[in-house]
């Protein structure tokens, strides 16, 4: 089993920056990405970014596309999300998950709540 801890969200203005950071511990060795999805109030769970844990090979929504970076340290089994130019429509809780290739993404941690005031 997996366990996830996502950190580093915060209170930030338009234009701002901040890094998530999202601690893997547990049966790590299996797993084939790591990402990042986030929640705005009422609305669904959408995609924000993925990174294959082997090739660092990544992914991103449109929206975040050119703004955000996700990267990796697999000896620290840590995955962090830069993200730059925040908008306020990035205003979310986000949530860190992992995938064990041919599987879903689970588990998922508690997430971290990233606001942006305009």
């Known amino acids: 089993q997996v366990q996830l801890v996502e950190s580093g969200g915060g209170l930030v203005q338009a234009g701002g920056s901040l890094r998530l950071s999202c601690a893997a511990s547990?049966?790590?060795?299996?797993?084939?990405?790591m990402a990042w999805f986030r929640q705005a109030p009422g609305k669904e769970r959408e995609f924000v970014a993925l990174?294959?844990?082997?090739?660092?090979?990544?992914n991103y929504a449109d929206s975040v596309k050119g703004r955000f970076t996700i990267s990796r340290d697999n000896a620290k089994d840590m995955v962090y999300l830069q993200m730059d130019s925040l908008k306020p429509e990035d205003t979310a809780v986000y949530y860190c998950?992992?995938?064990?290739?041919?599987?879903?993404?689970?588990?998922w941690g508690r997430g971290t709540q990233v606001t942006v005031s305009s």
């Open positions: 998950t992992v995938r064990t290739l041919g599987k879903n993404y689970d588990p």
């Open positions: 547990g049966r790590t060795s299996g797993l084939y990405s």
């Open positions: 990174i294959v844990r082997s090739s660092g090979g990544t």
